[in-house]
């Protein structure tokens, strides 16, 4: 291992996000189970990519179109947990879209 760097306060701006963003995607996970990578699948049968994909866009949509809606202030965070989920999906040995 080599050595212990200090971050600069860029890099530890760039690692608070990071660890925020990680506990908004830990906690929406254990407040609703693993519903993004194992839905009940009552109504949609789509694969899991596409299944989170369609959840990104629909918040994309949320965001472009503005909503008067009080509990819309963390649609940003909501979409960047989504993004999180795809990711570590892939990370679990899935394969992306670029494969």
């Known amino acids: 291992m080599g050595e212990s760097k200090q971050l600069t306060e860029v890099q530890q701006a760039i690692s608070d996000v990071c660890d925020e963003v990680k506990q908004v995607v830990i906690g929406k996970n254990r407040a609703y189970g693993n519903s993004a990578l194992d839905p009940l699948r009552i109504f949609s049968k789509v694969d899991t990519i596409e299944q989170l994909n369609v959840r990104i866009d629909d918040k994309l949509s ?11 202030e963390g649609r940003q965070d909501d979409l960047e947990a989504e993004r999180r989920t795809t990711v570590a999906w892939w990370g679990q040995g899935s394969e992306g879209p670029w494969v």
Request: net charge positive.
């Open 62 to 72: 949320r965001v472009a179109r503005g909503s008067e809606y009080a509990g819309a």
